[in-house]
């Protein structure tokens, strides 16, 4: 499917202005430029063209709010000049997989101050000396270069934080709420303790009532018992 039909069918009846991320990962590009985009896609923030046999950036349109940019396994040799007109606030670029072969085809990359993220995967101009330290020293405001800052620190990964972020704002309540459980939980551990103290003062009152009232009917008897011999005596 060509990269233009693709476009078109991931809008679904959108309009460009509503669209924050477009994947048109494996279509194909006919002359190897950038098709079906346009200046229409204000709002996009998340492009990934990976694979769709792109040899130039220059159709590029503008895309202000560009942060994030996927272009690996393409053709790409160099043309990168319009990324910093196009996209001028990219945070994140992937060129993993191109043509790109010396260090002077990023140099077009030093207009893109806030690019904090570059990927050079698969590029031979990974296989040059000094390459890291290079691209560091050309690029100064890229943190991390092929997922690595200069102390070989990885990357955070930004999926794992906004699974936490999601996760702390779907976590119970703490703190308060949990002393304020405890607190009802001892109240009604005291409470039952009490109703168990009455329990026992009423079975104490109870059996001692009892005993008292088998108390009176051994009484009884043994002074039914005593007239009885009084009986027989006289008889």
Not at 128 to 153: A, H
Not at 174 to 187: A, F, N, Q, S
Request: charged fraction near 40%.
């Amino acid at each position: 499917m060509d990269m233009k039909k693709r476009i078109t069918l991931e809008l679904r009846n959108r309009s460009p202005a509503e669209i924050v991320e477009l994947v048109v990962d494996n279509s194909r590009s006919a002359d190897g430029e950038v098709e079906g985009l346009t200046d229409g896609f204000t709002q996009l923030e998340f492009l990934s063209v990976v694979n769709v046999g792109l040899s130039s950036l220059a159709k590029l349109p503008s895309l202000p709010k560009l942060r994030k940019l996927e272009l690996s396994d393409n053709n790409l040799s160099g043309s990168l000049e319009s990324l910093a007109q196009k996209c001028p606030n990219l945070t994140y670029l992937n060129l993993s997989g191109n043509k790109i072969k010396e260090l002077s085809t990023l140099e077009a990359l030093q207009n893109l101050k806030s690019l904090q993220s570059l990927d050079l995967f698969n590029c031979e101009i990974t296989s040059l000396e000094d390459y890291r330290e290079s691209v560091f020293e050309l690029l100064p405001q890229v943190t991390y270069l092929d997922g690595f800052d200069q102390e070989d620190n990885e990357a955070p990964d930004s999926e794992a934080d906004d699974e936490d972020e999601d996760g702390e704002d779907r976590a119970g309540p703490t703190g308060d709420y949990g002393e304020e459980d405890d607190e009802e939980e001892d109240e009604d551990g005291s409470e039952g303790r009490e109703e168990d103290y009455e329990d026992e003062d009423d079975y104490a009152e109870e059996e001692e009532e009892q005993q008292g009232a088998q108390g009176e009917k051994r009484k009884r008897d043994v002074d039914d018992e005593g007239e009885e011999d009084d009986d027989d005596e006289d008889n």
